[in-house]
């Protein structure tokens, strides 16, 4: 992220080298976690909770769904969060799958983009290679497609961390919510009851980097299994 991208400047690392990083992470960021929070609103509104609809959160407009911090968090570090969508589970048919299908609206959305971008990668290289016996990286259109593949691929990377972040069975990610579907009544009080401690625990563990193994894993994982997915495509 940002922040290691300083960090190679500070170590002799050219501006040049940095800076398109460091737009690609911007565009990435804004985008993706907007259309993350758009999403939980757009499947609650679906399930028959107008709460977020009617606050304008069906939108890709960042100024409706970004918190600054969460944003500088997710930007320097890979990890991050937005203004949480409100959510009425009273106006669900069945209000903890109801509040689960919308938590998990957020991370498949990150998912889906993550695919698409890996997809548009690998449709660029094969239908747009740079001729051979030239220079890319003294051309015009060497530049723009090493520029566009740069830009798919932390598309793809980006989301995959924030899906597989927010994924985790943790309060207050989205995988809590999954996991309170399933949970004894007992068990949901209690973690409810020590929500607040539950949270400085896991921001703490995320600045100590302990989650960071954990969650690169499985990234990896799903990463190859959507670069085998696309490689049974014809022609590609």
């Given at each position: 992220?940002i922040?290691?991208?300083?960090?190679?400047?500070?170590?002799?690392?050219s501006?040049?080298?940095?800076?398109?990083?460091?737009?690609?992470?911007?565009?990435?960021?804004l985008?993706?976690?907007?259309?993350?929070?758009m999403?939980?609103?757009?499947?609650?509104?679906?399930?028959?909770?107008?709460?977020?609809?009617n606050?304008?959160?069906?939108?890709?407009?960042?100024?409706?769904?970004?918190?600054?911090?969460?944003t500088?968090?997710?930007?320097?570090?890979?990890?991050?969060?937005?203004?949480?969508?409100?959510?009425?589970?009273?106006?669900?048919?069945?209000?903890?799958?109801?509040?689960?299908?919308?938590?998990?609206?957020?991370?498949?959305?990150?998912?889906?983009?993550?695919?698409?971008?890996m997809?548009?990668?690998?449709?660029?290289?094969?239908?747009?290679?740079?001729?051979?016996?030239?220079?890319?990286?003294?051309?015009?259109?060497?530049?723009l497609?090493?520029?566009?593949?740069?830009?798919?691929?932390?598309?793809?990377?980006?989301?995959?961390?924030?899906?597989?972040?927010?994924?985790?069975?943790?309060?207050?990610?989205?995988?809590?919510?999954?996991?309170?579907?399933?949970?004894?009544?007992?068990?949901?009080?209690?973690?409810?009851?020590?929500?607040?401690?539950?949270?400085?625990?896991?921001?703490?563990?995320?600045?100590?980097?302990?989650?960071?193994?954990?969650?690169?894993?499985?990234?990896?994982?799903?990463?190859?299994g959507?670069?085998?997915?696309?490689?049974?495509?014809?022609?590609?």
């Amino acid at each position: 992220m940002i922040y290691s991208l300083l960090v190679s400047l500070g170590r002799g690392a050219s501006l040049r080298d940095v800076l398109p990083g460091i737009l690609f992470t911007i565009i990435v960021v804004l985008f993706s976690l907007s259309f993350h929070e758009m999403s939980h609103a757009f499947i609650a509104y679906k399930l028959g909770d107008p709460t977020a609809r009617n606050l304008g959160r069906i939108t890709l407009n960042p100024k409706k769904h970004l918190d600054p911090m969460g944003t500088v968090c997710m930007m320097l570090f890979g990890f991050g969060w937005a203004k949480p969508v409100p959510i009425n589970t009273r106006n669900f048919k069945k209000p903890r799958s109801g509040l689960a299908l919308s938590s998990l609206a957020g991370p498949v959305s990150n998912l889906i983009l993550a695919f698409v971008s890996m997809l548009l990668w690998a449709l660029v290289l094969v239908f747009l290679p740079v001729p051979a016996g030239i220079n890319a990286a003294t051309t015009f259109g060497g530049k723009l497609l090493f520029f566009l593949k740069e830009l798919l691929m932390y598309f793809h990377v980006l989301n995959l961390y924030l899906a597989v972040f927010n994924l985790l069975p943790i309060p207050p990610l989205d995988g809590s919510n999954i996991l309170f579907m399933f949970l004894p009544s007992k068990a949901l009080y209690f973690i409810q009851q020590h929500e607040p401690t539950i949270r400085i625990v896991l921001f703490v563990l995320l600045f100590m980097g302990a989650l960071s193994g954990i969650i690169g894993t499985i990234s990896t994982l799903i990463s190859n299994g959507m670069l085998w997915i696309i490689t049974l495509i014809p022609g590609i």
